[in-house]
């Protein structure tokens, strides 16, 4: 999540609880909650104010554990995205899932193209077990996941040299249309830009 799509879920919940942030505390809540998305963030806000009987700024761990939840309950929602990604997209084409837990998962089962040929009791028993574990262990370091996971098209491709102009990443859990992945990379380009100026500019801002 960049500053900008922090600010623009996170801002107008402050003025709804007439909350009084300091720039170096919503810094600190930037800095525990950035990993998330900004579409996880929006609906972990609206679940708060919704339930949450108190008048005062939630706190980061009251955020953070509605973000968070059963890990249970993440492992088989993350589940059903994967089996949904794959019966949707296949192996062949590019996805970026908006739990990056997922991409973490796929990547130390094999990889995006070796899940879309398991079968039978391999592919069950990947399901039934193998699956919720590493979910459990990849849930607690999502920053680690790859940006998107590459289908066999976009491979392909970049081995003979192809332009990849036309590979396009399907997005799950995040509402948005398909883009290609040149213009993906371009928007982590970006972002990583914008979020190392606002760190730079916060280091000087308490410096000072």
């Excluded at 994967?82 to 796929?106: E, H, P, Q």
């Excluded at 396009?168 to 371009?186: V, Y």
Aim: glycine share 4%; aromatic share 12%; hydrophobic share 40%.
């Amino acid at each position: 999540m960049t500053t900008n799509e922090f600010y623009g879920v996170f801002m107008p919940v402050v003025e709804y609880y007439k909350a009084d942030l300091s720039p170096a505390v919503i810094a600190l809540y930037f800095e525990d909650l950035e990993r998330f998305s900004e579409a996880e963030l929006r609906q972990a806000l609206r679940t708060l104010r919704q339930t949450r009987k108190f008048s005062n700024m939630p706190t980061i761990a009251e955020i953070l554990e509605v973000l968070e939840g059963s890990v249970d309950d993440k492992a088989q929602l993350a589940l059903d995205d994967l089996v949904y990604a794959l019966t949707r997209y296949g192996t062949n084409r590019s996805v970026c899932f908006a739990d990056k837990a997922i991409m973490c998962v796929v990547e130390a089962a094999g990889g995006w193209e070796r899940i879309g040929k398991l079968e039978g009791k391999e592919w069950d028993d990947f399901k039934k077990w193998e699956f919720k574990k590493l979910y459990k262990t990849y849930a607690k370091t999502p920053h680690l996941a790859k940006s998107y996971l590459i289908g066999a098209h976009e491979r392909q491709n970049s081995f003979s040299n192809q332009p990849s102009k036309y590979d396009k990443i399907h997005f799950i859990g995040i509402d948005r249309e398909p883009i290609t992945a040149l213009e993906f990379k371009q928007e982590l380009a970006n972002k990583a830009i914008e979020n190392s100026t606002h760190k730079l500019l916060s280091g000087i801002n308490k410096a000072s």
